[in-house]
């Protein structure tokens, strides 16, 4: 489970040691870890990924952090990539709560990031991750010095969250584990169909790792999943949920984002107490696997953040 695809389009960084930890209520998780360059590191960045996700899709990111100085983490979540899977049928897309995502984030840290891992300790985490990041930031205010958000799951555009109510019915109705009915995954477009990202290099890099190993993907969301989303997001915006966090938190905003809604964020980093915001205009929703002009607006704020 743990072995990392390495191929010549996306080649493994240096010095990665891939790990499988389990969960407290027993899921087998895929992480891995890089060391800091020689010299004094910076401490440790843990890559936080989105739904479909997975380690591979983040090996220029971590050579981007290396070239920093920092040591880097990563790992898949419950469901997805190269951990273990939750349905009998392995390409759906599952989870019972996001409650389950924060105890893979708990173990992760206590695992792999507080045991083996220089300190002091950040988050780099997008959509799906910068919920999750949210909502572990509640629990665990002492582990974690500051975390970047790039387009957080916080709230959808409006047509998605008027399927709230039925999908809420449907899960009830102990149905969660079907597919969501009559919608299309834009992850899977074709490139000039795609609302992810400009650059079609990267784009086309999730293929390549797809093709040399097809066990790493899932396809659309569940009615579970997709309500567990729903319930998280009504919590991050719940009153007194932004108000309570005291964590120094970066919100990157991609400025053509279809995926996320921008002006939920948006809503939300304004009630933080330790907040920054950035939007890159002309940005799509996956900015760290975006064109050269945009990634480096990203590492232009990263930088000036974490000073």
């Not at 983040?58 to 040591?71: I, Q």
Request: glycine share 8%; net charge positive; with cysteine.
């Amino acid at each position: 489970m743990a072995e990392l695809v390495d191929i010549p389009e996306n080649p493994v960084p240096a010095g990665a040691v891939a790990i499988t930890v389990t969960t407290p209520d027993g899921i087998a998780l895929r992480a891995a870890r890089w060391a800091a360059p020689p010299g004094r590191p910076r401490g440790t960045v843990l890559i936080v990924n989105g739904r479909t996700e997975f380690i591979e899709r983040y090996f220029e990111t971590v050579g981007d952090l290396k070239r920093r100085g920092y040591a880097v983490a990563a790992f898949d979540w419950r469901g997805q990539g190269g951990s273990q899977r939750l349905l009998a049928d392995p390409r759906k897309g599952y989870v019972r709560s996001f409650s389950d995502y924060v105890t893979d984030l708990q173990t992760v840290m206590s695992n792999v990031v507080l045991s083996d891992c220089p300190p002091p300790y950040y988050l780099l985490a997008h959509s799906t991750g910068g919920a999750v990041a949210l909502l572990y930031a509640e629990r665990a205010r002492t582990q974690i010095e500051r975390m970047v958000l790039n387009a957080p799951l916080v709230g959808l555009p409006h047509r998605v969250m008027l399927m709230r109510p039925l999908l809420a019915t449907l899960s009830a109705l102990q149905l969660g584990k079907l597919s969501v009915p009559g919608r299309k995954d834009p992850i899977t477009d074709a490139f000039e169909r795609n609302v992810v990202t400009s650059d079609p290099g990267r784009y086309h890099r999730r293929s390549f790792v797809l093709e040399a190993n097809p066990a790493l993907g899932i396809g659309l969301p569940t009615i579970g999943w997709t309500a567990a989303a729903f319930r998280a997001m009504r919590r991050l915006n719940d009153p007194g949920f932004a108000e309570s966090l005291r964590l120094p938190t970066l919100f990157v905003l991609p400025g053509d984002d279809r995926v996320v809604d921008p002006f939920a964020v948006e809503r939300l980093a304004g009630r933080l107490k330790s907040a920054a915001l950035v939007r890159v205009s002309g940005a799509r929703h996956e900015l760290l696997m975006e064109r050269d002009c945009y990634r480096e607006q990203f590492w232009a704020a990263f930088d000036a953040f974490m000073l």
